[in-house]
């Protein structure tokens, strides 16, 4: 096997009965066993066009008999991998359809069944079917095809890849890259990531700018005040801010303090150098403290909180993390450090992602589907050519969130996404209360919404003004929220 570990190949078509008698014999038994494993390396950029699998043709030209003759046929759902019904949501459709090359189309929608199909052979533990799948999924689905729907699918073969070399190690070999193990994915790349997002999608902007019109109100009146990032990579979100700080009427804070937390110390110092520089111009006293430590590690004295000061902490894209600890120990000890600060409000950023923190895998995988292909597709109408790097770089971000969803269980998933409703309901478990989201936060979104893809976006509340969603289509992406801390856990 050649290139270091870069391709994908399958070794032959699994022969049902023979591979199970190799696998379980010992002695000679054994080792026909190794030789006869089916080799993957479950990396989305390995599956190439045109990948050899044994006597198939291209899943392009694939009449849909085939896949009623294929192996998983006798024992996969009709109703697909979710039970739901089998019409085409919105967000699917659009995914597929957002293409200029004539097959691009049909061969998006073979790709969505392979994928529901491969599921659902996943879940009933038909491994001859799953290899059957994967099989035509490598030969079709790209992390540059022509259409969202082509490089989503790339990354959930991947994912699958994964799940099935997990569930069946004496018949999948899996070697995953080094980018996949957690924690690998670097600062620099989120860092390149949130920028391209920040360019082509409404999705940061919507995320910053209507939380900061809350923090305005926070700080509404108040002269020394204090924002802790407890994820603040490259600072994105306080440059305007700062202007508006300046800006207020009838007079400015006399002190602007921003403590940051991330794990680059680097980063952190060119952060809190670029806000200093912004500060300095706006005629603002300013100054910038960095915790370098994970979110789950910061303690109290690690933040500088002092006397006379409001204080208001900001969590976006971060306090998800704290779910992998399924005891909720994590998320309790973080209310309670955001409690001890004394903070005037907590303000949470996060995906509108029901289902993928719980519930069946078959109905998480569906909802995962909808989801990211949304995403992609948001990405996709920005216009960026396929095989651009700055495309294929924020669709890796949310490719390891893929992974996480798919391929994973237990503590090895460190991505875990909630809806509202169930955000909801741990901050009320943990001592908060909402604290709303005004009319300004709902103008600014929706003013942010109309700058991208006009009529494709648009800007939902949830509840009576209890939060602001952020949706594609028809679907919910991103939900922000603001808490405080009721008054008996204060």
């Not at 199909?117 to 994967?134: G, K, M, R, T």
């Not at 996709?380 to 994973?408: D, H, K, Q, T, Y």
Request: glycine share 8%; with cysteine; aromatic share 8%.
């Amino acid at each position: 096997m050649g290139g270091d570990g870069d391709e994908v190949w399958f070794h032959q078509s699994i022969a049902g009965s023979s591979m199970i008698q190799a696998a379980a014999g010992e002695g000679g038994g054994r080792e026909e066993a190794e030789e006869q494993k089916v080799f993957l390396v479950p990396s989305a950029a390995a599956f190439p066009h045109g990948m050899a699998v044994a006597g198939s043709s291209s899943l392009a030209p694939a009449k849909k008999e085939e896949y009623s003759k294929s192996p998983s046929s006798h024992s996969s759902s009709s109703s697909g991998t979710d039970g739901g019904s089998s019409a085409m949501p919105p967000v699917l459709e659009a995914a597929i359809t957002r293409s200029v090359v004539p097959e691009a189309e049909s061969e998006a929608l073979e790709l969505v069944g392979a994928l529901t199909s491969c599921a659902d052979s996943l879940a009933v533990c038909n491994y001859e079917a799953v290899n059957y799948y994967l099989a035509r999924l490598g030969e079709t689905a790209s992390p540059s095809g022509p259409t969202p729907l082509h490089r989503v699918a790339s990354y959930f073969a991947e994912a699958l890849a994964l799940r099935a070399a997990h569930m069946w190690p004496h018949v999948f070999d899996a070697t995953p890259p080094r980018e996949l193990t957690d924690g690998a994915f670097h600062d620099d790349d989120d860092a390149m990531a949130l920028r391209v997002l920040n360019s082509v999608t409404p999705i940061p902007r919507f995320l910053h700018f209507t939380l900061n019109e809350r923090l305005l109100r926070a700080f509404d009146g108040h002269d020394r005040v204090h924002v802790i990032d407890f994820d603040i990579k490259q600072g994105l979100q306080w440059p305007s801010l700062l202007q508006s700080l300046a800006a207020r009427h009838p007079e400015p804070p006399s002190h602007v303090r921003i403590t940051g937390v991330g794990a680059s110390r680097q980063e952190l110092q060119d952060t809190g150098a670029r806000l200093a520089r912004v500060a300095a111009a706006l005629g603002l006293t300013f100054e910038f403290h960095a915790v370098v430590d994970r979110l789950e590690d910061v303690r109290l004295w690690m933040l500088h909180v002092k006397r006379g000061e409001r204080v208001a902490v900001n969590c976006i894209l971060a306090a998800h993390r704290l779910l992998r600890d399924e005891t909720g120990g994590a998320m309790s000890d973080f209310l309670g450090l955001v409690r001890s600060t004394g903070a005037t409000v907590l303000l949470l950023g996060e995906h509108e992602a029901a289902g993928l923190n719980a519930g069946r895998w078959e109905a998480r995988f569906a909802r995962a589907l909808r989801h990211y292909a949304a995403a992609f597709d948001a990405v996709g109408a920005a216009g960026l050519p396929p095989a651009s790097a700055a495309r294929a770089r924020a669709e890796e971000m949310f490719a390891r969130e893929i992974r996480n969803a798919v391929a994973f269980e237990g503590p090895d998933r460190s991505e875990r996404h909630e809806s509202f409703a169930g955000w909801r309901r741990r901050m009320e478990d943990g001592g908060f209360q909402n604290a709303g989201i005004g009319d300004r936060e709902a103008m600014q979104g929706r003013m942010i919404a109309r700058m991208f893809a006009p009529g494709n976006y648009s800007v939902h509340p949830q509840g009576d003004g209890e939060g602001l969603t952020l949706l594609w289509l028809d679907h919910p992406l991103y939900t922000v929220t603001a808490w405080t801390p009721t008054a008996d856990s204060a």
